[in-house]
């Protein structure tokens, strides 16, 4: 897949076409069943404070999308919040609210801007969680960071990965969540679910993942930045 890091906006008006779309519209090119899922002995509580800990070498695949014109760069944070589940840990995600000036409806970590008054991206990152789902902090180890992710939208976002105890509820802010929902971190880490897409349109071309979940009746649809941050998370646990 080439990345989107090479791929640069040749007009003002293409990068606002690319942003508008449905994703779920765009074929699939390629779904990469070819690569190895991430081994469940990697996935436990254990080996992912390890990983964190000592890191091995490795490169994330992906970095940034477009640019979109008009927008100033902005520094924001967001939760990888993996919950410690019996029997399988899950990833915790959010569905935005329709309202929301930017990446409305979609599926999307718990986060946003980083404030001038929090003390470190981390801090921003926990904020962030309570402010939207009401995951308090008790709950919560911090692992590490992620490399940061540059969206469409000009947000420079850092994904903070941390451990959640069981126990905890939720209150979903009607403003900026419409939903909640856990997907289990084992189909998250295996590629066979990671699917790729292509759009072009004004000279301009456009790659991402998706990663669709079937949650019940209702597929959760995971692409674009969420997608690309994990797959990034998938690059260092297989690293």
């Known amino acids: 897949m080439q990345s989107a890091a090479v791929v640069e906006p040749i007009n003002t008006v293409a ?3 690319l942003f508008s779309f449905d994703p779920r519209e765009v074929p699939v090119i390629a779904v990469d069943d070819g690569l190895p899922a991430v081994a469940r002995a990697e996935l436990t509580t254990t080996a992912l ?7 091995p070498v490795w490169t994330p695949e ?18 990888v919040p993996i919950v410690l589940r019996a029997g399988e840990p899950t990833v915790l995600l959010t569905e935005r609210a329709s ?4 990446h409305s409806g979609q599926v999307a970590f718990p986060g946003g801007r980083v404030d001038p008054d929090d003390a ?12 939207e789902v009401g995951l308090s902090a008790e709950y919560i180890e911090v692992l590490g960071a992620l490399p940061t992710y540059t969206t469409i939208t000009s947000f420079i976002v850092t994904p903070v990965v941390a451990l959640v105890q069981p126990g ?5 802010n009607p403003h900026e969540v419409a939903d909640a929902f856990e997907v289990p971190l084992e189909f998250l880490m295996n590629p066979a679910h990671h699917r790729r897409h292509t759009l072009e349109f004004a000279g301009m071309r456009r790659d991402w993942f998706s990663m669709p979940y079937m949650d019940g009746n209702s597929e959760r649809f995971i692409w ?9 998370f998938y ?3 297989s690293a």
Not at 123 to 128: I, K
Not at 168 to 172: A, I, M
Not at 224 to 232: E, I, K, S
């Open 15 to 17: 990068p606002a076409l």
């Open 49 to 55: 404070r390890t990983r964190f800990a000592s890191p």
């Open 62 to 79: 992906v970095r940034r999308e477009p640019r979109m014109a008009g927008r100033a760069p902005a520094q924001a944070a967001v939760l």
């Open 99 to 102: 309202q929301m000036t930017t």
């Open 120 to 131: 470190n991206i981390a801090a921003a990152a926990l904020r962030e969680a309570w402010e």
């Open 168 to 172: 905890f509820t939720l209150t979903l």
């Open 224 to 232: 674009g930045a969420t997608a690309a941050m994990l797959r990034n």
């Open 235 to 237: 690059r260092l646990l």
